[in-house]
């Protein structure tokens, strides 16, 4: 990978000068899944899987970046003065974004950049190729520029880009995940506070399997604005009658002992999901840590169940392909993992099993949605770094 894209650096951009390669992953969530935004905690891990990009500085204000998963587009030039979020500018505007987010947040970027990307995740699939490019893009500026900037700050940099030059309101997990990444562990992140801590998976003979839905997403964006508004007003009205200042504080006991404040059944169900699925993540890492593997996997369940009948964010094609991973010898668990809406389940399985749980899966989803599933059997990588 490190090879091809700076080939096709050279290729376009000449060989002369300081070209150097990166890498950064990207993410799957184990569990914890539309906490983020609640002040709850999250579960996530870095992949082997990512975004490569080759780079040098220039000497004067332009950028010119390149994407060999968009060839079509061919390069796509700007200027790192006066950045601004341009619909003709397509995938770019993430990069774009984390460089006007640094200059908001008082890093000097004054000259520009000639950049190639390469990415093996599949897009738009809802393992954070967004985030990944994102926090790639911090790290090149960091590298290059020589800034004084860790990677917890690189994580918030590209959230703080992506709610405010891409108009996506995300919350922390993806880029946190992908900045913090570390090989064989977890990381157990309250996002109420940015505490966190590496938890070991050592999952003994069983793989992590990704099954990918390869629905096209549409309306995922808005639909998740509205679950973060729908959440933000059940908090509001639980603030009248319980001190918190997030979903993430309340334990299942108090919210339904409080419940009753939220006055429309539907923000009910969403304020719960919230709640439950917090404690759900809390509980899946002391098991994790106990070596109760089936605990975790009966908790990635619920979550999924959760998702989909209080927080209705999973569809027919992440409920069939979960639905149909539980039937098969050997899996632990399976859910939903990401935004939802389509994109991507996580499950836990036997490694001798993978192979009959892939083909069987993969057979009962086409049947019944008309299209093919892809599965991916995946490792837990590091976070960014020079190649
Ligand atoms: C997307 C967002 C994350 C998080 C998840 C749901 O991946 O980018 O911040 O909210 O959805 O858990």
Same mark, same amino acid.
């Given at each position: 990978?490190?090879?091809?894209?700076?080939?096709?650096?050279?290729?376009?951009?000449?060989?002369? !000068?300081? %070209?150097?390669?990166?890498?950064?992953? /990207?993410?799957?969530?184990? %569990?914890?899944?539309?906490?983020?935004?609640?002040?709850?905690?999250?579960?996530? #891990?870095?992949?082997?899987?990512?975004?490569?990009?080759?780079?040098?500085?220039?000497?004067?204000?332009?950028?010119?970046?390149?994407?060999?998963?968009?060839?079509?587009?061919?390069?796509?030039?700007?200027?790192? %003065?006066?950045?601004?979020?341009?619909?003709?500018?397509?995938?770019?505007?993430?990069?774009?974004?984390?460089?006007? +987010?640094?200059?908001?947040?008082?890093?000097?970027?004054?000259?520009?950049?000639?950049?190639?990307?390469?990415?093996?995740?599949?897009?738009?699939?809802?393992?954070?190729?967004?985030?990944?490019?994102?926090?790639?893009?911090?790290?090149?500026?960091?590298?290059?520029?020589?800034?004084?900037?860790?990677?917890?700050?690189?994580?918030?940099? /590209?959230?703080?880009?992506?709610?405010?030059?891409?108009?996506?309101?995300?919350?922390?997990?993806?880029?946190?995940?992908?900045?913090?990444?570390?090989?064989?562990?977890?990381?157990?992140?309250?996002?109420?506070?940015?505490?966190?801590?590496?938890?070991?998976?050592?999952? !003994?003979?069983?793989?992590?399997?990704?099954?990918?839905?390869?629905?096209?997403?549409? $309306? !995922?964006?808005?639909?998740?604005?509205?679950?973060?508004?729908? #959440?933000?007003?059940? $908090?509001?009205? $639980?603030?009248?009658?319980?001190?918190?200042?997030? $979903? /993430?504080?309340?334990?299942?006991? +108090?919210?339904?002992?409080?419940?009753?404040? %939220?006055?429309?059944?539907?923000?009910?169900?969403?304020?719960?999901?919230?709640?439950?699925?917090?404690?759900?993540?809390?509980?899946?890492?002391?098991?994790?840590?106990?070596?109760?593997?089936?605990?975790?996997?009966?908790?990635?369940? +619920?979550?999924?169940?959760?998702?989909?009948?209080?927080?209705?964010?999973?569809?027919?094609?992440?409920?069939?392909?979960?639905?149909?991973?539980?039937?098969?010898?050997?899996?632990?668990?399976?859910?939903?993992?990401?935004?939802?809406?389509? !994109?991507?389940?996580?499950?836990?399985?036997?490694?001798?099993?993978?192979?009959?749980?892939?083909?069987?899966?993969?057979?009962?989803?086409?049947?019944?949605? /008309?299209?093919?599933?892809?599965?991916?059997?995946?490792?837990?990588?590091?976070?960014? #770094?020079?190649?």
């Amino acid at each position: 990978m490190k090879n091809k894209v700076l080939d096709k650096f050279k290729e376009l951009f000449g060989a002369e !000068g300081d %070209i150097k390669a990166y890498f950064a992953p /990207g993410r799957v969530n184990l %569990i914890g899944e539309h906490t983020d935004y609640n002040g709850g905690h999250v579960f996530p #891990c870095a992949l082997t899987i990512g975004t490569y990009a080759a780079a040098r500085k220039r000497d004067d204000d332009k950028l010119r970046f390149y994407s060999m998963n968009f060839e079509n587009l061919g390069v796509i030039e700007s200027s790192v %003065i006066d950045l601004k979020n341009k619909k003709e500018d397509d995938w770019t505007n993430y990069p774009k974004g984390v460089i006007w +987010a640094m200059q908001k947040k008082g890093f000097k970027i004054e000259t520009g950049m000639d950049i190639v990307y390469f990415g093996n995740i599949p897009n738009g699939s809802g393992l954070s190729s967004s985030a990944s490019i994102e926090v790639l893009t911090g790290y090149v500026l960091k590298e290059m520029f020589g800034l004084d900037v860790d990677n917890i700050n690189i994580a918030l940099i /590209g959230q703080y880009s992506e709610n405010n030059f891409n108009g996506v309101n995300c919350g922390i997990m993806d880029q946190f995940a992908i900045a913090m990444g570390k090989e064989k562990n977890a990381i157990f992140l309250d996002t109420a506070d940015l505490s966190y801590e590496y938890a070991p998976i050592d999952l !003994g003979s069983k793989k992590i399997v990704i099954l990918n839905t390869n629905k096209k997403r549409g $309306l !995922g964006d808005s639909k998740y604005n509205e679950r973060r508004s729908e #959440c933000e007003t059940a $908090l509001a009205e $639980l603030q009248k009658v319980v001190d918190i200042k997030s $979903l /993430g504080e309340l334990t299942e006991e +108090a919210f339904e002992a409080n419940k009753d404040a %939220i006055k429309d059944p539907v923000r009910v169900k969403r304020a719960k999901h919230a709640v439950y699925e917090n404690q759900r993540t809390i509980k899946a890492v002391k098991a994790l840590k106990d070596n109760d593997l089936a605990l975790f996997g009966k908790l990635m369940i +619920a979550s999924h169940d959760s998702l989909r009948d209080d927080y209705e964010v999973t569809g027919i094609e992440l409920d069939t392909l979960v639905e149909e991973a539980l039937k098969q010898d050997g899996v632990i668990g399976a859910r939903m993992t990401g935004a939802g809406f389509g !994109g991507c389940a996580v499950s836990i399985v036997e490694g001798d099993a993978v192979d009959a749980f892939i083909a069987n899966v993969g057979k009962a989803y086409e049947e019944k949605i /008309g299209y093919a599933a892809d599965f991916y059997v995946v490792e837990v990588g590091n976070g960014p #770094c020079v190649l």
